[in-house]
């Protein structure tokens, strides 16, 4: 069945990039998103990618997909203390409820 | 905007106990979604709809059953809680039809502890 991947934590300074990698395994997705949930909220959506493009880009926000290798990044810029948050990547194979990886929590020290 | 309503963020609730939790959507969604929330888990799937008094289970139904009587409105119950049942709920809506990116708009989830 479909899975994603994502490492559970990452910590970067202030003002540094931060790159959150999502791998998974259903090669017929056409769109993967991502999604953010701040602290005692839900989850919104960050920005999304469909399958046929290979990079996104969206004010401090670039996606990458990398669909050889079932490959989704996420590069945040010149990173803020506000973006501390968990992160989730999810597929959308359209035949079933989107997939979602276990997140990410981004920690952004001052 | 898109707003899907949690009605009770926090609830404490014994062992046993019948606990009903409801969402309601604004936006005259087709699908609807609820899903536990655990650290390390990520979002598991519980039940999901498609359409009024349709239902289907996700990958984790054992414990819980929902109701859908109106298009805006999914329910969640526990029919009789457990401290295992302790967790983040989170509902979603999307969407259906031909153009539509099949993102998910959640609400702000409900917190649930089983004593």
């Known amino acids: 069945g479909e899975d994603v991947e994502q490492s559970l934590f990452l910590s970067v300074r202030e003002g540094d990039s931060s790159v959150i990698n999502c791998t998974y395994t259903?090669?017929?997705?056409?769109?993967l998103y991502w999604y953010k949930q701040e602290p005692g909220a839900g989850l919104q959506l960050l920005t999304y990618i469909f399958s046929n493009m290979d990079m996104k880009q969206d004010q401090r926000l670039t996606v990458l997909l990398n669909k050889k290798d079932k490959h989704l990044s996420l590069r945040i810029a010149d990173t803020q203390t506000g973006d501390s948050a968990i992160y989730f990547c999810a597929e959308d194979s359209g035949n079933t409820p989107l997939v979602f990886g276990k997140g990410t929590r981004l920690s952004v020290i001052a | 905007d898109v707003k899907v309503t949690q009605s009770s963020r926090y609830l404490v609730k014994r062992t046993g106990e019948k606990v009903f939790l409801e969402c309601v959507q604004d936006m005259d969604h087709e699908n609807m979604f609820w899903y536990r929330q655990d650290p390390g888990l990520g979002l598991r799937l519980i039940y999901f709809s498609y359409d009024v008094k349709m239902k289907e289970k996700g990958d984790i139904p054992e414990g819980y059953s929902v109701s859908r009587e109106k298009k805006e409105r999914f329910s969640l119950i526990l029919e009789s809680a457990s401290t295992n049942q302790t967790s983040m709920y989170l509902c979603a809506s999307s969407p259906w039809g031909a153009g539509d990116t099949g993102e998910l708009f959640f609400g702000e989830g409900s917190r649930l502890t089983v004593l």
């Open positions: 259903d090669s017929s997705s056409t769109y």
